[in-house]
């Protein structure tokens, strides 16, 4: 087995990746959840029965989501681009035939039958692609925190040293901004009681994440386990990054409008930049030696939570603009434009921070990390919605409305069997396991991460043993929260 000092070595000093090859990474996700839709309705337009057993639900949720996320940041890492071309026109072709074969109520030429499409109704008690996109998240991130200790993970997926955009930087920024999406004060919620009672609940209620964070950290230490120092610090981790950033969010929130939201998160990143550009927090952060004192020993995982506020702040707003009720197909297309045009906008400003003031660092947190993280979940969360919309169009050529994780057409009228059926595919499916236990499952890849650490020796691993031990991992994880689902148990500590 490797060393500590190896296995420490093996995940330092690394530079990340281009900015296109992350984006290129954000539309194999969605078309594999389009490509599960697909095969779902094909299956019963050719008069198969759904829903499957438990057993083949997960099995088809596994191959299709998580599978291709595995093999195409290890074995397929370097041919990416073929697996997305490939899948993508799969999924058109699919698509094509439902649409030619399928006897519908938008019967007529392309154009009159989108014409339709566009102008119909959905259901849209809840918003699905954020859902999806919280889940994969956290799925991409469970399999990141593992697949980085083998050598089939490609060094430039992984956390930067000190500038650079690496995969595994945007899945720490993107996770904050998961949270952010659905947090109360996105969601609409009223604050009951008192400003200063609602923070107090919300200090309260992080505590989880805290003693999360003290079990992590006492874990670590006790066995030894190799610890990147540079990444957050001697004694801090993410647990703590976490609850401290909510519970400042909701302060700040408690006294702010939402809508401004955007607005404190860009004067926030803007005078943290101010500040590690004109005093010596910069030099502080990235050539101090010194690990004495607990601020000098934890300043990076200490002064990135600003970072990590700007881009909550941010998540808070874009959540409250999703969150708003919308009854027409063609209001969520002006959606998906503005999340787009918004992703763009944003690319532009960060190439001229990145020419003008400094290159991306996840390990401050500073402005142009804030700017690319907040860019690269808005086209993340464009592409899954995107999908989202290519499967609503899908099951109203089909009549099919039961995939689950997604938007239905509206109906005016709802059978008992329908409704029945559509509880069942819900009751049966791996998006909405990970989703009832987001919080579980992160800490169950945790635990069976530091497990496999143990177990196999990580960094003499042959490419085949990395990728099967990947595969069992991320199986084994995914059965806990499954089983958890379908016996309807939600694990809150709170």
Same mark, same amino acid.
């Given at each position: 087995?490797?060393?500590?000092?190896?296995?420490?070595?093996?995940?330092?000093?690394?530079?990340?990746?281009?900015?296109?090859?992350?984006? *290129?990474?954000?539309?194999?996700?969605?078309?594999?959840?389009?490509?599960?839709?697909?095969?779902?309705?094909?299956?019963?337009?050719?008069?198969?029965?759904?829903?499957?057993?438990?057993?083949?639900?997960?099995?088809?949720?596994?191959?299709?989501?998580?599978?291709?996320?595995?093999?195409?940041?290890?074995?397929?890492?370097?041919?990416?681009? #073929?697996?997305?071309?490939?899948? +993508?026109?799969?999924?058109? =072709?699919?698509?094509?035939?439902?649409?030619?074969?399928?006897?519908?109520?938008?019967?007529?030429?392309?154009?009159?039958?989108?014409?339709?499409?566009?102008?119909? %109704?959905?259901?849209?008690?809840?918003v699905p692609f954020v859902t999806v996109f919280r889940v994969l998240v956290n799925v991409k991130t469970s399999i990141s925190i593992l697949a980085v200790d083998f050598s089939v993970f490609p060094r430039r997926y992984a956390k930067t040293e000190t500038y650079?955009?690496?995969?595994?930087?945007?899945?720490?920024?993107?996770?904050?901004?998961?949270?952010?999406?659905?947090?109360?004060?996105?969601?609409? !919620?009223?604050?009951?009681?008192?400003?200063?009672?609602?923070?107090?609940?919300?200090?309260?209620?992080?505590?989880?994440?805290?003693?999360?964070?003290?079990?992590?950290? +006492?874990?670590? !230490?006790?066995?030894?386990?190799?610890?990147?120092?540079?990444?957050?610090?001697? @004694?801090?981790?993410?647990? #703590?990054?976490?609850? /401290?950033? %909510?519970?400042?969010?909701?302060?700040?929130?408690?006294?702010?409008?939402?809508?401004?939201?955007?607005?404190?998160?860009?004067?926030?990143?803007?005078?943290?930049?101010?500040?590690?550009?004109?005093?010596?927090?910069? &030099? #502080?952060?990235?050539?101090?030696?010194?690990?004495?004192?607990?601020?000098?020993?934890?300043?990076?995982?200490?002064?990135?939570?600003?970072?990590? /506020?700007?881009?909550?702040?941010?998540? =808070?707003?874009?959540? @409250?603009?999703?969150?708003?009720?919308?009854?027409?197909?063609?209001?969520?297309?002006?959606?998906?434009?503005?999340?787009?045009?918004? &992703?763009?906008?944003?690319?532009?400003?960060?190439?001229?921070?990145?020419?003008?003031?400094?290159?991306?660092?996840?390990?401050?947190?500073?402005?142009?990390?804030?700017?690319?993280?907040?860019?690269?979940?808005?086209?993340?969360?464009?592409?899954?919605?995107?999908?989202?919309?290519?499967?609503?169009?899908?099951?109203?050529?089909?009549?099919?409305? #039961?995939?689950?994780?997604?938007?239905?057409?509206?109906? $005016?009228?709802?059978?008992?069997?329908?409704?029945?059926?559509?509880? $069942?595919?819900?009751?049966?499916?791996?998006?909405?396991? =990970?989703?009832?236990?987001?919080?579980?499952?992160?800490?169950?890849?945790?635990?069976?991460?530091?497990?496999?650490?143990?177990?196999?020796?990580?960094? $003499? &691993?042959?490419?085949?043993?990395?990728?099967?031990?990947? *595969?069992?991992?991320?199986?084994?994880?995914?059965?806990?929260?499954?089983?958890? @689902?379908? $016996?309807?148990?939600?694990? !809150?500590?709170?």
């Amino acid at each position: 087995m490797a060393s500590a000092e190896v296995k420490v070595a093996f995940v330092s000093n690394h530079n990340g990746t281009t900015l296109t090859e992350v984006s *290129l990474g954000s539309l194999l996700a969605p078309l594999c959840f389009l490509s599960r839709g697909l095969f779902l309705i094909v299956f019963h337009l050719g008069k198969g029965l759904l829903p499957f057993s438990w057993g083949t639900h997960l099995l088809l949720d596994f191959t299709a989501l998580i599978m291709p996320l595995v093999l195409s940041c290890t074995a397929l890492s370097d041919i990416l681009h #073929f697996v997305i071309i490939g899948i +993508a026109v799969v999924d058109f =072709v699919v698509l094509y035939l439902l649409y030619k074969n399928g006897k519908h109520p938008y019967q007529g030429s392309l154009h009159s039958t989108i014409d339709r499409f566009v102008q119909s %109704r959905v259901e849209s008690n809840l918003v699905p692609f954020v859902t999806v996109f919280r889940v994969l998240v956290n799925v991409k991130t469970s399999i990141s925190i593992l697949a980085v200790d083998f050598s089939v993970f490609p060094r430039r997926y992984a956390k930067t040293e000190t500038y650079g955009t690496g995969v595994m930087d945007f899945g720490v920024g993107a996770y904050v901004m998961a949270n952010a999406l659905v947090c109360p004060e996105a969601r609409g !919620k009223d604050i009951q009681g008192s400003k200063i009672s609602h923070v107090f609940k919300q200090l309260i209620s992080v505590w989880p994440l805290v003693l999360l964070g003290f079990v992590r950290l +006492a874990s670590v !230490k006790s066995s030894g386990y190799h610890e990147h120092v540079t990444e957050y610090g001697v @004694h801090w981790n993410f647990f #703590f990054t976490l609850a /401290i950033v %909510r519970v400042v969010a909701s302060a700040l929130l408690a006294l702010l409008p939402v809508n401004s939201s955007w607005l404190l998160a860009l004067l926030i990143g803007g005078t943290y930049q101010v500040v590690l550009e004109t005093t010596g927090l910069k &030099s #502080f952060l990235i050539h101090n030696n010194e690990r004495t004192g607990f601020l000098q020993a934890n300043r990076e995982g200490i002064f990135s939570v600003v970072g990590y /506020i700007v881009i909550y702040m941010a998540g =808070v707003q874009v959540g @409250h603009y999703l969150m708003q009720s919308r009854n027409l197909v063609k209001d969520w297309i002006r959606v998906v434009r503005n999340l787009l045009l918004t &992703s763009f906008g944003l690319f532009f400003t960060l190439y001229v921070c990145q020419r003008r003031i400094e290159p991306v660092s996840r390990r401050m947190a500073n402005l142009s990390f804030c700017i690319w993280t907040v860019a690269q979940a808005l086209f993340f969360l464009s592409c899954l919605s995107i999908a989202d919309l290519l499967l609503l169009f899908s099951k109203a050529i089909s009549n099919f409305s #039961f995939v689950s994780a997604s938007w239905c057409p509206y109906q $005016n009228k709802k059978s008992l069997a329908g409704e029945k059926m559509r509880k $069942n595919m819900d009751a049966l499916c791996l998006v909405q396991s =990970v989703n009832r236990n987001q919080l579980l499952y992160f800490l169950l890849a945790n635990i069976m991460t530091g497990l496999t650490n143990v177990l196999v020796d990580t960094l $003499n &691993s042959s490419d085949v043993l990395a990728v099967s031990v990947l *595969l069992l991992y991320m199986f084994l994880n995914s059965l806990v929260i499954f089983i958890l @689902h379908i $016996n309807k148990i939600t694990i !809150k500590f709170w």
